[in-house]
């Protein structure tokens, strides 16, 4: 049984940072890399980051490019997403998920979603 928790969610000012945490357990041999989705109020769940099971490569939406790290421990099967200079439009519902997939960056290629964990930012 496959078993993803997010945490580390919470309310945040604008221009400040969080750090979301992703535990995973169960059947995980398939997996190759690891993503994080966001969904704001009234729109799509959209790509984030994600990074391979190996920690080596590591792919990031253009709009958090320089402002979010993702980063993986193996040891522990925690992925973290460190989130700095949040903007106010950054409310949303984050997931994570796992991918067979080391390249992918779209919602269909990734399974398993957790329950999530809120970010909200405020003025």
């Known amino acids: 049984q496959v078993q993803l928790v997010e945490s580390g969610g919470g309310l945040v000012q604008a221009g400040g940072s969080l750090r979301l945490s992703c535990a995973a357990s169960g059947r995980t041999a398939s997996w190759h890399s690891m993503g994080w989705f966001r969904q704001a109020p009234g729109k799509e769940r959209e790509f984030v980051a994600a990074?391979?099971?190996?920690?080596?490569?590591?792919r990031y939406a253009e709009s958090v490019k320089g402002r979010f790290t993702i980063s993986i421990d193996n040891a522990t099967r925690t992925v973290d997403l460190q989130m700095n200079s949040l903007k106010l439009q950054g409310t949303a519902f984050f997931s994570c998920?796992?991918?067979?997939?080391?390249?992918?960056?779209?919602?269909?290629?990734?399974?398993?979603w957790g329950q999530g964990t809120r970010v909200t930012v405020s003025s």
């Open positions: 998920a796992p991918s067979p997939s080391s390249t992918a960056v779209v919602e269909i290629a990734f399974t398993y």
């Open positions: 990074i391979t099971w190996s920690g080596i490569y590591t």
